[in-house]
Nanobody, 128 residues
Framework: EVQLVESGGGLVQAGGSLTLSCAASGFTFDNYAIGWFRQAPGKEREGVSCISSSDLSTYYADSVKGRLTISSDNAKNTVYLQMNSLKPEDTAVYYC?????????????????????WGKGTQVTVSS
């Protein structure tokens, strides 16, 4: 059974940092696409950052560019999202999603919501 488990969320003051983790079980990181999405109350789910093994590319939404860094540890089957200079508007539930086979560049994966697997999310709250 494939599972994605997010962790690392919490409450942080504006300007602070958090590192989210997405641990995958049930498949190995040899060909994959992973996306980090977020959903704030009353808003649509949006792609924040994605990584694709097809071309080893990473993608960031304009709203987070320069503040967030996505990385993967294939030995641990884990993808991380380092978040710096957090803003109150970053407050949301953050989800990771995975496709077991990556065919396209990372930007494609941040523009779709149809994934093979989704995690249950982790809450990030940034206070002003």
């Amino acid at each position: 059974e494939v599972q994605l488990v997010e962790s690392g969320g919490g409450l942080v003051q504006a300007g602070g940092s958090l590192t989210l983790s997405c641990a995958a079980s049930g498949f190995t990181f040899d060909n994959y696409a992973i996306g980090w999405f977020r959903q704030a109350p009353g808003k649509e789910r949006e792609g924040v950052s994605c990584i694709s093994s097809s071309d080893l590319s990473t993608y960031y939404a304009d709203s987070v560019k320069g503040r967030l860094t996505i990385s993967s540890d294939n030995a641990k089957n884990t993808v991380y999202l380092q978040m710096n200079s957090l803003k109150p508007e970053d407050t949301a539930v953050y989800y990771c999603a995975a496709d077991r086979v990556a065919y396209y560049s990372s930007s494609y994966y941040c523009r779709k919501l149809a994934y093979d697997y989704w995690g249950k999310g982790t809450q990030v709250t940034v206070s002003s």
